[in-house]
């Protein structure tokens, strides 16, 4: 996991401002966007295209033009908060799975299988009242004369808490360093 340096972390609001694409670094709060998304996509075993069906199957693809199985690939869409703003941003894969503390198969299970709905009560608990430093890459395409553009989450990690000692503490350690001079 990629961990950046303070110089890279850039403020959200900058993010979206910027036209260019690339790799950004953020610190920022991490909220899941709704309790009620699906969580889980089933894709080409083969290119990794995903496709809109609840059902494992196997089938034609016409991107890679093979026989291919569907397979569970887990899909979030969370919101980063900093002082700047906030953003939507996609979470897929190995990150999802890690956040989610589930496998892409068991989150597959829970909501297309059993059709349950997933809980995440442990995920808003991890998540509250931290602040993270996030890897996004800011991806653009044209669609029907439109110019769109996605962030998704590359890694995350817990943003460490430095603190100065108080002065209390400083007091204390002073103390003890000239006691045994």
């Known amino acids: 996991m990629i961990i950046p340096t303070q110089q890279q972390i850039i403020p959200i609001a900058e993010i979206q401002s910027q036209t260019s694409t690339g790799i950004f670094y953020v610190e920022a709060e991490i909220s899941i966007s709704s309790e009620l998304q699906k969580f889980c996509v089933l894709e080409c075993s083969g290119c990794k295209q995903k496709l809109r069906t609840k ?6 693809c016409t991107k890679c033009k093979r026989r291919a199985t569907l397979v569970p690939r887990c899909m979030c869409q969370i919101d980063l908060i900093d002082g700047s703003g906030s953003t939507t941003a996609m979470i897929f894969g190995d990150v ?17 299988v059993k059709r349950q709905l997933l809980s995440i009560n442990h995920v808003l608990d991890i998540f509250s009242d931290r602040i993270f430093r996030i890897q996004l890459r ?10 769109r553009t996605s962030l998704s989450v590359l890694s995350y990690v817990e943003k460490e808490h430095i603190f100065a000692p108080k002065i209390s503490e400083r007091s204390q350690k002073k103390g003890k360093a000239s006691k045994y001079r």
Do not use: N, P, V
């Not at 999802?96 to 297309?112: G, N, V």
């Open 55 to 60: 059902e494992r199957r196997d089938f034609d």
């Open 96 to 112: 999802t799975e890690k956040m989610l503390s589930m496998t892409a198969e068991d989150i597959f299970d829970t909501t297309c």
């Open 138 to 147: 800011k991806s653009s395409w044209k669609s029907s004369d439109f110019l």
